[in-house]
Each structure stands twice: as C-alpha cells, then as structure tokens.
C-alpha cells in the first residue's frame, strides 16, 4: 500500500468512526421522520432457518412493548458467498452458538419466525433486495434511520438508541432486553494441570484487537495456557471482503470498542506486507514468550494509533515498546518460517469446524468464534478448573 493510499485509508477510517460523523449520520436519517411527524420506523430482516434469526425473532413481541415505534419484518435469503465465504462452516457453527446463547438467555422454545411473516420466494427477493438498498447483507438484522444492529447480540444497542429519543414507554425500565454479556472473575486456585487456551487470531483483525486484552486477563486469571494462532487475513487467504462488510465492521467495532474502554478508529490498514512483517515479529517473539505482548502491540499501533507496520519507523515502534531491539527486528524479518505456522494454525482451526477470527478453544471443549463469546470461554475454563479440582 502506497504512502497516499495508506493516509487516504486513514482520514476515511477515523472520518467513518468519528463522534461528530456518527451524530451527523444519525440527525440525517432522523430528519425525515422529524419533520413529517412519523412514528419511528424499525426494520427487522429475519432470514428463515437461521438460528440467529429465530432467537432474535422471540423478542421482536416485547420490543414492540416497550418501545413507541413501527416494527417491520421482511423475509430475506442467506448472504451471498461473498459476506459469507464459508457457509457450511458457519452453518453449523450457528447452530451449536445459538443453543448456547438460547440456553444462557431462556430463550428456548419459541416460534422460528414472525407471526404472519411472508417467506416465499417473491417476498424473499423483496427483502434482499431493501436489505441491500439499505445498505446490509445478513440475517437477523435490526435496521433503524442508517443504523444496523446484529440479533440478540447488539439489540442492546439499538434500545439504547430509542431510548435517547424518548421512545421507550417506561422510561423506569432501563435494563436491556439482552445486556452484553460480562465477565465473571470467578475465585478459584490455578489447577495443577494448567487448561491450554488457543487462541487463533489475525494482525488485520478489529475484533482481534477488541478481544486480546480480556483474553490475556482471562489466561492469566484461570491460570490457562495461552497458545497464540496466528493465521492470515480471509483477504490475504483470498476470500472476498466486500465494502458493505467492511463498513458494517468497522463501525460495530468502533461501538463495541467504545463499550469496552478501548482505543480504535485510527487505522493504518496493514494488509499486505505489513501483515507478514508483524506475523514474522510474532514469531520470533513467541520463541521468547512474548508473542501476545508482541501481538497487543502490533493490533493497538495499526487499528488505534495509525502506526504503519509496513515502514522500518512503524515497525520500530510497535516492537520497541515490548522490549524488542532492531537486532530481534532483523532476526524476525530474515526469518520465513511464520509461513508455515500461519498455514498449519489455519488448517488446525477449520479442523475445529471454524473459518474466522478471532476464534478460541480450551482444551477438551468445542472452539467458539467471536470476541463477544469470550464469556464461553470463561465458562468453559471453570468448567475445566472445576474437575481438575474435583480429581484432587
């Protein structure tokens, strides 16, 4: 990437994830329905079979209770191969994270679709084709004045929303029908036989980014066995990343960042040859045990700090601030054998039945995907801790 190219990235990525940019966007889209006066309109695309779909479809009658709005509901097919490149992998990836997530949330048991919802193939093209009008590319979607909110996942985000417009009907009830999930720090002695914690990742990753700090807590806490995973990015892999995807990650990255008092929006896109000089760097600092520090510092410099990876300075930078010197810089950078890790760290994870990063796995337990399931994670080490306590 060119040194034009790469500024032009970054005046984009912060102008894109800015306060005053996200304020503007949100007065426009608000503006037609001020002035005509109209009740305030949220769309829901519900993709029929999709698991997702089916939990966020179970809070569509108590959205409607709570909030002084018109709920629309419109059938739409699966996203293309495009956003998403891996179908049966995630197919069947959703439908074992959403019992989970159904379990955790007592949302078992209910109708898979929308009362009077048309889902032939003619309302279908209809959807999909408002979906993309709009701007968007899967299922399970909540989509109100420019703004797309995932399933049950980030619902608590579009309440939150409605309700700074005045819009709920019991402004006492401010508790979210689905909070975002937190950690639980449960107290516990670190086992004599240590859970391993693989954690499979990728330096061109946001949500990477947004998960490496609470991983790192979390190993520490249960006393776990951090394996870092290094792979590459699904577009260095070549899987298609469209615009509307890229968009839509950027800005959910931006929010959850917000959320979780981190850093983000400054970004120097490392794809390319910055991606393979912070891989080789993380390399040579796993030998150390310094990869994950290594890590951290690469994910904040170019997706928080505009550090340009792919230039001696950036580089520099992002190692020196973790105790690396040149001489470790030049070792790493002569060093190709990242390529082979990254490759057989890639086959190791759709062995396990994923496709994308950030993913996770303790030891005798099924991998999960996404840096909002960390709370799985969490479960899953006092589950093993638990029995390695029980055997002694």
């Not at 989509?143 to 409605?162: A, K, P, T």
């Not at 859970?195 to 990742?201: A, E, T």
């Not at 931006?254 to 910055?274: H, M, Q």
Request: proline fraction near 7%; charge should be positive.
């Amino acid at each position: 990437m060119s040194a034009l190219t790469l500024t032009v990235s970054r005046l984009v990525a912060r102008a894109l994830t800015s306060a005053s940019a996200r304020d503007a966007h949100r007065a426009r889209h608000a503006l037609p329905r001020r002035l005509s006066g109209r009740t305030a309109l949220v769309r829901y695309f519900h993709q029929p079979g999709d698991p997702y779909s089916t939990l966020a479809a179970a809070l569509l009658p108590t959205l409607r209770e709570r909030y002084r709005i018109e709920l629309e509901t419109h059938a739409v097919p699966p996203p293309d191969a495009a956003a998403a490149p891996d179908a049966t992998r995630l197919a069947a990836w959703a439908e074992r994270d959403a019992r989970r997530c159904a379990q955790r949330l007592g949302l078992s048991g209910h109708d898979p679709s929308p009362e009077g919802l048309a889902t032939d193939a003619a309302a279908l093209r209809r959807g999909a084709r408002l979906r993309t009008r709009l701007g968007h590319y899967l299922g399970a979607m909540f989509c109100f004045e420019g703004e797309w909110y995932w399933g049950v996942d980030r619902l608590h985000y579009l309440e939150s929303r409605l309700r700074s417009l005045g819009l709920a009907r019991d402004t006492d009830d401010v508790a979210p029908l689905v909070p975002p999930p937190a950690l639980r720090w449960v107290a516990a002695p670190v086992p004599a036989h240590r859970p391993q914690l693989h954690f499979y990742c990728s330096p061109r990753s946001p949500y990477t980014w947004l998960a490496v700090p609470r991983v790192r807590r979390l190993a520490a806490h249960y006393g776990a066995d951090l394996r870092l995973r290094m792979v590459l990015p699904m577009v260095m892999r070549g899987l298609p990343v469209p615009w509307p995807k890229r968009r839509y990650i950027l800005l959910d990255a931006k929010r959850e960042a917000d959320r979780l008092g981190l850093p983000f929006g400054d970004i120097a896109d490392p794809v390319g040859a910055p991606v393979e000089r912070g891989l080789a760097l993380v390399h040579h600092a796993e030998r150390h045990g310094r990869g994950i520090e290594v890590a951290e510092s690469f994910l904040r410099g170019v997706f928080a700090e505009g550090i340009d990876a792919g230039s001696d300075r950036g580089l520099t930078r992002i190692a020196s601030r973790v105790g690396l010197g040149a001489a470790d810089i030049r070792a790493a950078l002569a060093d190709d054998g990242w390529r082979a890790i990254a490759e057989a760290n890639r086959i190791e994870m759709l062995a396990q039945g994923l496709w994308g990063v950030p993913s996770f796995r303790v030891e005798g337990f099924e991998a999960v995907w996404g840096q909002d399931r960390l709370w799985m994670i969490e479960d899953d080490l006092v589950a093993h801790n638990e029995t390695q306590e029980r055997r002694t």
